[in-house]
Each structure stands twice: as structure tokens, then as C-alpha cells.
């Protein structure tokens, strides 16, 4: 039974994901999302953790109506490549937003939400998604 094993792994992750902390490569000079060991640019493995803002903007999204088994409660439900403003891409899932009012261009903010429960226990994790910044603040 691997549910005792799964536990630090889900723990560890979402201490990562809460902080919104990706890695910047000292080779490149790329930063990206979420952390790994290597640079997804080029493969230098020269790489720093880094608190990144957690505001941007849409670069592009679509909506997912058919999605794999385990998300499909959730459906329909957006998925976008965010820009933030220090210029990391992020895919992430929209919320707070119907589909058909989603921009490309559009001001979102991190959130974090629960994004799947898992076993009878419930053990739940999080995950980082991104909503519309109120226009009028
Ligand atoms: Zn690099």
C-alpha cells in the first residue's frame, strides 16, 4: 500500500506550491515554475530556488471540457500559460471566472486552492491557480 509513502511527498510539495517558489538558472538567467533541479531552458543544473511575484497576466489559455477521470467534477474549467511580472511562465488553471470571460491579457493574482482529494482519509492537496485581480482596487 503506498498511502504512507505518498504522505511526505504531498507534505513537501505543498510547502513549495504555498510559497509560490519556482527556480532561476545562474546559466540562463531564466526563471521558471514549479521549482526542479534542472534548468527546462537549458539543462544546467546551476539552479536557485526563487520567491516569484504572484501577480501577471494571461499569455494564453483554453477551456477543458473533457478532462481525465479525476478532474472531471471539475469541469469545464481553464487552463492558461501565465506571464508574471517578472516574466516566469506558469501554466495553471483560471478560477473564480466563467469560461466565456477569460482574456488573454487578463490581470489574475496566485491563490491557492485544493485541487484533489485522494483515499478515504482525504488527504487533500493544494495547488496553486490563479483568479482576476478586481479591476476597480
Ligand atoms: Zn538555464
Known sequence: MSYMRSVPRVWRERIIKYRL?????????????????????????????????????????????????????????????VRLDDGTLVPAQITDVEPDEVREGMRVEAVFRKYREQGEKGIIEYGIKFRPVVSNE
Do not use: H, M, W
Request: glycine share 8%; net charge positive.
Open 21 to 81: 517558489i519556482g527556480g532561476a538558472c545562474k546559466d540562463c538567467g531564466k526563471t521558471f515554475y514549479p521549482y526542479r533541479k534542472a534548468c527546462p531552458v537549458c539543462g544546467s543544473e546551476n539552479v536557485e530556488q526563487k520567491k516569484l511575484p504572484e501577480t501577471g497576466v494571461i499569455e494564453t489559455f483554453s477551456v477543458v471540457r473533457s478532462p481525465p477521470t479525476e478532474f472531471v467534477s471539475q469541469a469545464p474549467y481553464i487552463v492558461a500559460i
